[in-house]
């Protein structure tokens, strides 16, 4: 019996869709994280939006991170149905149909993105619509399938939240709203690859070459160190700017002291030492990596904060 065959029978299945399986189709606990650096870069930027236009923003850049994942539900539930980590998912489970994602997508897409200009400014609306579109066709339909730098390529669009907040609330780009973005963007492949480092299976199984599957897993710590490594002065660098402060420079350096002495716990061990201890390291650094860019964001807004009061930043 073929995964394809049990993936068309599954949602070939009738089944009356819940309102939380369409909540689930929105990949809500990756739209958790798009919440939360879009309002960080929302309410660190040197402009205040009234309290109404900026949860209207917000709403509306969380509806278009539910497009995307929505979107992305539709065109990979082929694979999703083969990996034991998203065999669950609306599409595989049978709980959604195909068409019917495809058509929530879409049609979230087209609402957020309009909504989003009307409520803020066109700049913000393309920047959204174009973290639709980079999401749903440039990582989902060309490079999660095509290439090993999938994740690094397209972790761009996980990094244009913050970014679309601060535009929100300025109109335009600052050297703030980059590296807020070069945060995310350099942080998301270690993320990502030490979920790889104990999920190598799974993504082997779908045919999804992530560099475990096709480097190894030998290659695969190196390449965390290495961008570990240069994501300290992205990190120092943000502190530095007019969102940063004090606390902010703090935060980073012992978050991003952390960070670099996991991936080198990483980079010594072999595969001996993953297997005889279920890969405890590297879902530990996993976990970490969560708490670390949470944190460096929290400690923006902190230092907004304390700004605000006259005790923060530079």
Not at 57 to 66: E, P, R, S, T, V
Not at 101 to 125: D, E, P, Q, R
Not at 153 to 173: E, L, N, Q
Not at 272 to 293: G, H, I, P, T
Request: charged share 10%.
């Amino acid at each position: 019996m073929s995964d394809t065959s049990a993936y068309q029978r599954a949602t070939a299945t009738p089944y009356e869709p819940g309102f939380g399986d369409y909540v689930q189709l929105l990949k809500p606990r990756v739209m958790s994280l798009v919440v939360f650096t879009a309002l960080v870069g929302l309410l660190v930027a040197p402009v205040s939006l009234h309290p109404v236009v900026a949860f209207t923003a917000i709403l509306f850049i969380a509806l278009g991170a539910g497009a995307s994942g929505a979107l992305n539900m539709w065109w990979d539930a082929d694979i999703d149905a083969v990996m034991k980590r998203t065999a669950k998912r609306p599409i595989p489970a049978g709980k959604v149909q195909a068409g019917e994602a495809l058509a929530v997508g879409l049609g979230l897409s087209g609402i957020s993105v309009v909504m989003l200009g009307l409520a803020t400014n066109l700049l913000a609306a393309g920047l959204l619509a174009f973290t639709i579109f980079f999401y749903a066709v440039v990582y989902s339909m060309w490079l999660k399938r095509s290439t090993p730098q999938n994740i690094v390529i397209g972790g761009a669009a996980g990094a244009f939240p913050p970014m679309i907040g601060w535009v929100c609330a300025t109109g335009s780009v600052s050297v703030e709203a980059f590296l807020m973005f070069a945060l995310i963007f350099m942080w998301t492949p270690p993320h990502f690859w030490a979920l790889a480092l104990f999920m190598k299976e799974d993504y082997h199984a779908a045919g999804v070459p992530m560099l475990t599957v096709t480097h190894g897993r030998k290659a695969t710590r190196a390449h965390i160190l290495a961008y570990t490594i240069l994501l300290v002065p992205v990190a120092l660098g943000a502190a530095a700017t007019q969102i940063g402060g004090p606390l902010t420079l703090a935060v980073a350096v012992v978050l991003n002291a952390g960070f670099v002495l996991g991936a080198v716990r990483l980079w010594r061990r072999d595969e001996v030492m993953a297997q005889a201890d279920n890969y405890a390291a590297e879902k530990a650094f996993f976990r970490f990596s969560l708490l670390y860019l949470f944190l460096h964001f929290a400690a923006f807004l902190a230092e907004a904060a304390l700004k605000s009061a006259g005790l923060g930043g530079w």
